[in-house]
């Protein structure tokens, strides 16, 4: 076999082997991925003890995260586009010794419910109604209110409607004028003004990104526009959002071509829930990982470091992706009719590595 000719499919049901055909995603969701904090143990960094919750508000769950002496003074954290709540971990690992922190995700955003446009308006006022009676559910009377991109046009509704609330502001990277968004806004203005008449050239502005691999020695960088987000696409935010915008029709047939064209010489390994049915339906091997539900749900759990009432939450919204994932109109979930299935229950991730290697070498020599 020509092994620059040779194309792979693991077609992955569980989190073992994640590889980087998410980073797709981030062309739709975001054009720029601003990164709060650095990420990694440094000196100094506390022992996080972080708690994950849920609370009901106007009839959604709405997920949170709190750290900090409940008698320490509190800071309300809004996060940005695409983020979530996930973002402020590594300050919470810094500064939860001295601040009682709350850091919540909006509706749509990380674990928090995702209502249908249809039956929810996704706007600003909205978003900021919610979490000021987000803020009255929790007993939170008074904060420093910190904003980060997104977080701005909330946070500041939020401060006009209850200005008696907010002891300060940690402002970053928050626009709070329109003239603020500067020229890299213009065509998303325009599409805001006008959906029907600019939709073509937002279109074209995705369309223009470019994602591309970088072999090194430790592995394949994943490089967005020549920014490296290797590690960006694996965080749980981008992995939620993934599934989401994953239900669009002319976004899954955007990302099929991109992979495709990445794939168009052989030679590559890639993971993905359509890969060996719709990306490259002729690959030389693909691989079907799958495992009992309730065993995946634990693995994703134990890789989140998430325990408590608010495991049950994210068990349920694996389910719920699985579900999105299976029902979609374009590359739905499922195995290529000549996948091979492993079943990862009861094995290692390094048994399972060992039964993909040998069914590669009998596929060599085969050939």
């Given at each position: 076999?020509?092994?620059?000719?040779?194309?792979?499919?693991?077609?992955?049901f569980?989190?073992l082997?994640?590889?980087?055909?998410?980073?797709?995603?981030?062309?739709?969701?975001?054009?720029?991925a601003?990164?709060?904090?650095?990420?990694?143990?440094?000196?100094?960094?506390?022992?996080?003890?972080?708690?994950?919750?849920?609370?009901?508000v106007?009839?959604?769950?709405?997920?949170?995260?709190?750290?900090?002496?409940k008698?320490?003074?509190?800071?309300?954290?809004?996060h940005?586009?695409p983020?979530s709540?996930r973002?402020?971990?590594?300050?919470?690992?810094?500064?939860s010794?001295?601040?009682?922190?709350?850091?919540?995700?909006?509706?749509?955003?990380?674990h928090?419910d995702?209502?249908?446009p249809?039956?929810?308006?996704?706007?600003?006022?909205?978003?900021?109604?919610?979490?000021?009676?987000?803020?009255?559910?929790?007993?939170?009377?008074?904060?420093?209110?910190?904003?980060?991109?997104?977080g701005?046009?909330?946070?500041?509704?939020?401060?006009?409607?209850?200005?008696?609330?907010?002891?300060?502001?940690?402002?970053?990277?928050?626009?709070?004028?329109?003239?603020?968004?500067?020229?890299?806004?213009k065509?998303?203005?325009?599409?805001?003004?006008?959906?029907?008449?600019?939709?073509?050239?937002?279109r074209?502005?995705?369309e223009?990104?470019?994602?591309?691999?970088?072999?090194?020695?430790?592995?394949?960088?994943?490089l967005?526009d020549?920014?490296?987000?290797?590690?960006?696409?694996?965080?749980?935010?981008?992995?939620?959002?993934?599934?989401?915008?994953?239900?669009?029709?002319?976004?899954r047939?955007?990302?099929?071509?991109?992979?495709q064209e990445?794939?168009?010489?052989?030679?590559?390994?890639?993971?993905?829930r359509?890969?060996g049915?719709?990306?490259?339906?002729?690959?030389?091997?693909?691989?079907f990982?799958?495992?009992?539900?309730?065993?995946?749900?634990?693995?994703?759990?134990?890789?989140?470091?998430?325990?408590?009432?608010?495991?049950?939450s994210?068990?349920?919204?694996?389910?719920?992706?699985?579900?999105?994932?299976?029902?979609?109109?374009?590359?739905?979930?499922?195995?290529?009719?000549?996948?091979?299935?492993?079943?990862?229950?009861?094995?290692?991730?390094d048994?399972?590595l060992?039964?993909?290697?040998a069914?590669v070498?009998?596929?060599?020599?085969?050939?």
């Amino acid at each position: 076999m020509k092994t620059h000719h040779t194309t792979m499919s693991l077609g992955c049901f569980g989190s073992l082997l994640s590889f980087s055909a998410r980073v797709l995603i981030l062309v739709v969701v975001l054009f720029t991925a601003p990164q709060a904090f650095a990420q990694g143990k440094e000196p100094g960094m506390l022992q996080q003890n972080t708690e994950y919750r849920t609370v009901q508000v106007d009839g959604l769950s709405i997920f949170y995260r709190e750290a900090g002496p409940k008698d320490a003074p509190p800071i309300l954290l809004l996060h940005g586009l695409p983020s979530s709540s996930r973002m402020f971990e590594p300050l919470f690992a810094r500064i939860s010794d001295r601040f009682h922190l709350i850091a919540p995700d909006y509706p749509g955003f990380g674990h928090s419910d995702a209502p249908d446009p249809k039956q929810f308006a996704y706007t600003f006022d909205h978003i900021a109604t919610i979490m000021e009676h987000f803020t009255e559910k929790i007993g939170l009377t008074h904060y420093t209110l910190y904003m980060q991109d997104y977080g701005g046009p909330v946070g500041f509704r939020m401060i006009l409607a209850h200005p008696e609330r907010v002891d300060a502001l940690i402002v970053q990277d928050a626009v709070a004028h329109d003239t603020g968004l500067g020229a890299n806004w213009k065509t998303r203005r325009a599409y805001w003004a006008d959906r029907a008449a600019n939709e073509a050239a937002l279109r074209k502005m995705a369309e223009s990104a470019r994602v591309t691999l970088e072999p090194t020695l430790g592995g394949n960088r994943v490089l967005l526009d020549k920014k490296d987000v290797s590690a960006r696409i694996r965080e749980q935010d981008v992995t939620e959002a993934a599934s989401r915008v994953s239900v669009h029709p002319k976004v899954r047939e955007w990302m099929v071509a991109r992979q495709q064209e990445m794939g168009k010489d052989g030679g590559i390994v890639m993971e993905g829930r359509d890969i060996g049915t719709k990306v490259f339906p002729n690959a030389d091997l693909k691989v079907f990982l799958d495992a009992d539900p309730v065993v995946r749900e634990q693995r994703r759990l134990d890789q989140q470091h998430i325990k408590g009432p608010s495991a049950a939450s994210m068990a349920a919204q694996l389910r719920e992706r699985d579900q999105r994932d299976r029902t979609r109109a374009v590359s739905p979930l499922a195995a290529a009719s000549d996948a091979v299935m492993i079943d990862s229950t009861h094995l290692s991730e390094d048994q399972v590595l060992a039964q993909i290697e040998a069914l590669v070498r009998s596929k060599l020599n085969s050939e």
